[in-house]
Every structure is written in C-alpha cells, then in structure tokens.
C-alpha cells in the first residue's frame, strides 16, 4: 500500500499567516493527490484534486503543487474558518490512502 | 443539490454485524458510484472501498476483502455497507461518499454514522 507522510502533524497559526502542509508519498503517484479540510464533527471537504486543481467554491487562498512524491497544501493569510484538520488522499493506487492529518489551531 | 442521508447511529456486541444505508439524492444515482471511508475516534480516515451503482461492481481494501459486502438498491437510490465480526477497533463513524467517474476525489458525503461496538 502506499504510504503517505504529512507534515507537520500539528501547527499553531495566526489569523493572516501563510501555512504550508507537506504530503509525502512512499512511491510516485503522479499528480493523483487530493486535499481535504475536515471541521469537528463534519464530513471532509474536498479542497484541491489532481494535486493542483482548486475544487469549485473553494476560496483562492487555498492552492495545491506537487508530483511525483511531494506534494504541498498552502493557505495564505490564513482565515478563522481555516482552523481545521488537513487530510492528502492519493488516488493513484488501490487501496486509496489518506495521510495522517495536519490539525491547525489558533496561536 | 446532491446530498447523501445516511442512517442512524448504532451499537452493536462484539462479533456481531451492522448495515448502514445511504439515500442519494439529487443526481442520476445509477451511473454513479459509492465509496465508504471510516474514522475511528481521534483518529485520519480509511478508505473501505466502492461500489459502482450501474453495475454492482466493487473494490473493497484488503483490510476488509471477506467482512464487507458493499450494495446498492437503485430503485431506492440507496447504498449499503455491512461490516460482519465487528470488533471494537470497528468503532468508527462510517461516510458514504458521491464516487466521481475517473480519478475525480468525492465532493459530495453523508453526515456520517457512528458505529459502537461495546461488550
């Protein structure tokens, strides 16, 4: 199965700050990544697919890069509704796979 | 607008098993599929598998390949998930998700169900 390693798994953001999440993955999955935002409570919401492409109604603050292996998530000016946790999913390979989560909270 | 109702929360005895329904709506429900993903208390999500609703066809994890029988009822337009020999590490809140055609990740899940598994 292919792993896939976030980091951080935790940070502590400001209202205004920009904040980059990094996926890894164990073997290269192309750009077949997703990113997901997920409140308390509350299903995953689909941010990013194909590592870069903005899913629509998603805010433009928001923007997804990477192939390959590395992958990154980044949030510019970051918003009181950005604190959540952050999921990459690839869809490369069978089974799908999520990596850990990056919970950001408020500093 | 798309949207997926799942059924109610449940509580089940070791070894037993649990059937969650999700009733699609809002969208041609047979020429899409269903995935299921899982989140255990605290814990990221796990992918279950899928079920495509034209076919029947399924791709379940190997985690769960011979516990998990994934349906659906198009006259209904609801999908099933049936977890068999639960265990407590089953405790979860379970999604049903809108498959996407192609590599297209789902937009669009269910309010989720949690699923206790308590002596």
């Known amino acids: 199965d292919i792993q896939l390693t976030q980091s951080p798994s935790f940070l502590s953001a400001s209202v205004g700050d920009r904040v980059t999440i990094t996926c890894r993955a164990s073997q290269g999955i192309s750009n077949y990544l997703a990113w997901y935002q997920q409140k308390p409570g509350k299903a995953p919401k689909l941010l990013i697919y194909?590592?870069?492409t903005l899913q629509s109604g998603v805010p433009s603050r928001f923007s997804g890069s990477g192939s390959g292996t590395e992958f990154t998530l980044t949030i510019t000016s970051l918003q009181p509704e950005d604190f959540a946790t952050y999921y990459c999913?690839?869809?490369?390979?069978?089974?799908?796979?999520f990596g850990g989560g990056t919970r950001v909270d408020i500093k | 607008q798309v949207q997926l109702v799942q059924s109610g929360g449940e509580v089940k005895k070791p070894g037993a098993s649990v059937k969650v329904s999700c009733k699609a709506s809002?969208?041609?429900?047979?020429?899409?599929?269903i995935s299921w993903v899982r989140q255990a208390p605290g814990q990221g999500l796990e992918w279950m598998g899928w079920?495509?609703?034209?076919?029947?066809?399924?791709n379940y994890a190997r985690k769960f390949q011979g516990r998990v029988t994934m349906t659906t009822d198009t006259s209904t337009s609801t999908a099933y998930m049936e977890l068999r020999s639960l265990r407590s590490d089953d405790t979860a809140v379970y999604y049903c998700?809108?498959?996407?055609?192609?590599?297209?990740?789902?937009?669009?899940w269910g309010q989720g169900t949690l699923v206790t598994v308590s002596s």
């Open positions: 194909s590592a870069s």
């Open positions: 809002g969208y041609a429900f047979s020429s899409y599929g």
């Open positions: 999913q690839q869809l490369n390979t069978y089974p799908l796979t």
């Open positions: 079920i495509y609703a034209y076919n029947g066809n399924t």
């Open positions: 998700a809108k498959k996407n055609r192609g590599v297209i990740p789902p937009e669009n």
